[in-house]
């Protein structure tokens, strides 16, 4: 275990649990993890899924037996965030310990470490051709890897604080980021230019998706709301208001027609993206959650929290 993880982890013995009412719709939960799990993805036909975590270890599992199928060690401290490429043949890592790892989810062995940026790595994104990785740091800066060789093909500068999330256009053509700053910038991937800025109205963003259209951006983060962003023009066009505390992780449905949020109120929430109500709030977890994801056939919510669990549920 490296220095900030012994400096800052907790032993399992001394995490005391509160016990809460799991919700029906709760299919199953994945433990193996030893400390807070911080980023899940599925991969892109759902059977599997990609998990990091305070412990330092990537893991790979299976979704319908809920079993580990390989436990990748190598970042020196703990994991921020995954990815799953879209062909499912790489997984990506990012760490505080400032590097990107490049893994062989088959065999979980680590075929790139990609060294760049200079502090925590927290967010990792594989571009919808799987040919790019697009990470983002505390560094202030955005780096373009090539997934092949792991080398890094272009910064991309112009964030004056701390940069917390990341994500591509599903047309591959834009980026969107956001973190510190109370504007959320988009990117033109061929140039490497910052082609716009939209007021986030929030002193943090944890988080920034496209809908599967691109014709919307979601932003959430430290006002406790999900912001529905009008992706040509910046306007908001609804809050997603329901979420008592910070907003970790959001993401929409591969239709389009939902989204999934998680927050530090230790609840998972499920949004109708044209009417802006909240169709479900799951409970489960006993401390803040982390990330969320969608299953590629709309049936299932991933969510990992600090009470070191990945909860699977069904979308109602």
Wanted: aromatic letters at 6%; proline letters at 3%; glycine letters at 8%.
């Amino acid at each position: 275990m490296g220095f900030l993880s012994k400096l800052f982890g907790k032993k399992e013995e001394e995490l005391k649990r509160p016990q809460v009412r799991e919700d029906e719709n709760l299919v199953k939960t994945l433990e193996g993890h030893q400390d807070r799990v911080l980023g899940v993805r599925f991969s892109p036909d759902g059977s599997k899924l990609v998990s990091g975590s305070f412990d330092e270890k990537v893991m790979i599992w299976d979704v319908s037996s809920g079993s580990a199928l390989h436990t990748m060690s190598g970042h020196e401290t703990w994991v921020e965030c995954v990815d799953y490429s879209p062909a499912g043949d790489r997984v990506a890592s990012g760490s505080t310990d400032s590097t990107v790892r490049i893994w062989d989810p088959s065999s979980g062995a680590c075929l790139h470490v990609c060294k760049g940026h200079d502090t925590a790595v927290r967010m990792v994104a594989f571009s919808p051709d799987g040919k790019k990785l697009a990470s983002c740091s505390r560094d202030t800066t955005i780096r373009i890897w090539d997934v092949e060789t792991g080398r890094e093909e272009r910064t991309l500068r112009g964030h004056t604080s701390y940069i917390e999330c990341v994500a591509w256009s599903n047309d591959g053509k834009k980026l969107v980021s956001c973190g510190e700053e109370p504007i959320a910038r988009i990117w033109d991937v061929e140039t490497g230019s910052n082609t716009a800025n939209y007021k986030t109205q929030d002193t943090l963003s944890h988080a920034v998706c496209f809908s599967p259209d691109d014709s919307l951006i979601a932003l959430c983060g430290r006002d406790a709301k999900v912001k529905l962003v009008t992706a040509s023009s910046g306007e908001i066009r609804s809050v997603l208001d329901g979420h008592e505390d910070g907003v970790r992780s959001v993401c929409f449905s591969p239709d389009g027609k939902k989204a999934a949020s998680v927050a530090n109120d230790e609840s998972v929430r499920l949004w109708d993206v044209a009417t802006g109500r909240e169709v479900h709030c799951y409970r489960g977890h006993v401390l803040e959650v982390q990330s969320v994801d969608i299953s590629p056939d709309n049936r299932l919510i991933v969510s990992a929290s600090d009470d070191r669990k990945i909860k699977l549920w069904k979308v109602v």
